[in-house]
């Protein structure tokens, strides 16, 4: 949609204060811990753009709050694997070869939209080390959120996801569906005897860039929204509309434990 037929859709623009005012509606509170999914162009126009939707989401949870957002590279993987778009076979030792090792200061996001990769590089946020699965966060828990993240189960039990886990966090949908919920990654390890795969990635090791593998289940969101259908029909969960975006606020704990009891059943023996 063109940027003009964008602004004749809203009444007002949406200001870093507006936006304010409209998280605090939905029930974001100072002191909140929350991992956030979003979409800037579900919102309309606003001024300012994805930089005044950061700045009001930090308004409103305060320094006393976190605000934790997914930093994923999944281009920094085995070449292997890609298919959107996929690459001749001939070129993978080269990419293995060649491919930039992670680096939280520098490497850019891939597909997670522009208030992510706006929130990343904002003073004050800090970035995990997973070179795929990374995480960046903001606030007073986000040095204990981001202090471990092995290279395995990287959205297993000691990611930032259970870290926030611990913390009786919540997670805010901005324009983004359950299919966005990188929360439910966490429950997929209560799947029993999950597939696993070998998985390659560039890193820094003892100062040198090395080509890593290591091995990860296979993660799957395909399910997710329609889990995420199923948990509103039994649970809380606040929503409103901020311009175009349907957004929701709900806490993170409950639709895990309900995907940990929900996604075992999804699974066909063959799957397993």
Known sequence: MREEDVIKQLKSPHTRLSLYKDFKNLGVEKGMVVIIHSSLSAFGWV?????AVVQALMDTVGSEGTIVMPTQTADISDPSEWQMPP?????????????????PQITPTRGMGKIVEVFR???????????????????????????????????????????I???????????????????LHFAEHAIPNREKVKK???????DKRVWKTYEEIVYDSDSFEELGKEFEKVYTVKCTAIGSATCKLMKQRPIIDFAREWLPNQVKPSDM
Not at 47 to 51: F, L, M, P, Y
Not at 166 to 177: T, V
């Open 47 to 51: 001024c300012g753009g994805a930089i």
């Open 165 to 183: 886990y611990e913390l009786d966090g919540h997670i805010l949908l901005l324009g983004a569906g359950h299919d966005s919920n990188t929360s």
């Open 200 to 206: 390659g990635t560039a890193i820094m090791e003892n």
């Open 121 to 163: 590089t904002f003073p004050g946020v800090k970035r995990s080390s997973h070179p795929m699965y990374s995480f960046a966060a903001w606030g007073k828990e986000a040095d204990y959120i981001l202090s471990e993240q092995p290279l395995e189960e990287g959205f297993g039990s000691k990611s930032p996801l259970a870290k």
């Open 87 to 103: 690459v001749p076979k001939d070129w993978w030792p080269i990419i293995r070869d060649h491919m930039p090792a992670y680096d």
